[in-house]
């Protein structure tokens, strides 16, 4: 089982640039393609980004397209989101997740997450 812990969240302006780490436990970590996610206060955990195992192919949900992006360091056992051109609706607790079983979309694809960092963009 793998293990991931999420951590770079924090407050930060409108226009401003954040990057969250991913690192992962466990020797499988480099073959399992990750996601990440986001929860705002009262809303469903929507997809937000996704990356193959090889770190080859990215995919992102259109709202976030062109301002982040997923990168990954199989030797370090981490993935990041580097977040750019931040918005408050982009406010939200973002988690990492691993191993998708089909859609990489989908939330109940994944078979493991991260507790989640906490994200917040002001005005």
């Known amino acids: 089982q793998v293990q991931l812990v999420e951590s770079g969240g924090g407050l930060v302006q409108a226009g401003g640039s954040l990057r969250l780490s991913c690192v992962g436990s466990g020797r499988t970590f480099s073959s399992h393609p990750m996601g990440w996610f986001r929860q705002a206060p009262g809303k469903d955990r929507e997809f937000v980004g996704a990356?193959?195992?090889?770190?080859?192919?990215?995919f992102y949900a259109s709202s976030v397209k062109g301002r982040f992006t997923i990168s990954r360091d199989n030797a370090k056992n981490t993935v990041y989101l580097q977040m750019n051109a931040l918005k408050p609706e982009d406010t939200a607790v973002y988690s990492c997740?691993?191993?998708?079983?089909?859609?990489?979309?989908?939330?109940?694809?994944?078979?493991?997450w991260g507790q989640g960092t906490q994200v917040t963009v002001s005005s």
């Open positions: 990356i193959t195992s090889s770190g080859v192919q990215t």
């Open positions: 997740a691993g191993d998708p079983d089909g859609d990489y979309t989908y939330r109940d694809s994944y078979s493991y």
